[in-house]
């Protein structure tokens, strides 16, 4: 992998809290001059970032239920659509964690279906956060067959906001069940070159990062 390479795999990522105007505009330019993959902001900032990449090639990613997934379904299928109809080209959903903890299959299903099938009409792409910092091996497996089921874009390992992050043997487990149907999207206390190559090796093909720069330097 050269920095070529690392860039066009990398969401170049913001979402505290205290995500400024000052602070998404850096991370804007550096994805603008780098070409990274995307951007992953907040949905405040969706609009003002479609509008500022418009004809760089960077796409413009964001979060909807985040970070806890507890949200309705009916909410993050409303989220879902106001970020794309203000310019949102990638969508991170955060799964119901304790639906599916509580066996609730069904309500996982149709929830990622519902919000699937409105960012495919729209061309754009799904990675579902199943936020493995929560899940048994057994849960884990269950919602990537769920994925696969449905075809999502992507499978998403964290939020960033949880006790752990991507972790080898959890992309391990994550491609073993989706195979080639769905990407992977590795993302959470990643903060070094050799972070990226051990996930990379395993199967992630997309990378959530903040550091991106320092990382960047290691090339």
């Known amino acids: 992998m050269d920095k070529y390479n690392f860039l066009k795999m990398v969401d170049h990522t913001i979402l505290k809290a205290d995500a400024t105007k000052d602070k998404v505009d850096r991370i804007l330019e550096f994805a603008k001059i780098n070409g990274t993959a995307s951007v992953c902001i907040n949905p405040y900032y969706v609009k003002y970032a479609s509008d500022y990449l418009k004809g760089t090639g960077v796409s413009v990613c964001t979060v909807i ?26 969508i991170d959903m955060v799964i119901n964690v304790a639906a599916l903890k509580d066996k609730n299959y069904d309500y996982v299903k149709q929830e990622i279906k519902e919000i699937y099938t409105t960012v495919n009409w729209h061309n754009k792409i799904l990675k579902v956060i199943i936020e493995n910092a929560y ?23 964290s939020t960033g906001f949880a ?24 993302a959470g206390g990643i903060k070094n070159k050799s972070d990226v190559e ?8 997309r990378f959530g990062v903040s550091r991106t720069e320092d990382i960047l330097k290691e090339f």
């Open 163 to 186: 006790p752990t992050g991507a972790t080898v043997s959890d992309v391990k487990l994550m491609k073993e069940v989706v195979g080639n149907v769905c990407k992977i999207k590795a």
């Open 198 to 205: 051990a996930l990379y090796a395993v199967g992630a093909r």
């Open 65 to 90: 239920g985040f970070p806890l997934g507890q949200n309705t379904k009916e909410v993050k299928l409303f989220e879902t659509k106001d970020a794309i109809s203000n310019g949102a080209d990638e």
């Open 135 to 157: 899940l048994t091996d057994l849960e884990k497996r269950k919602v990537c067959e769920i994925c696969k089921e449905i075809g999502v874009d992507f499978v998403k390992t």
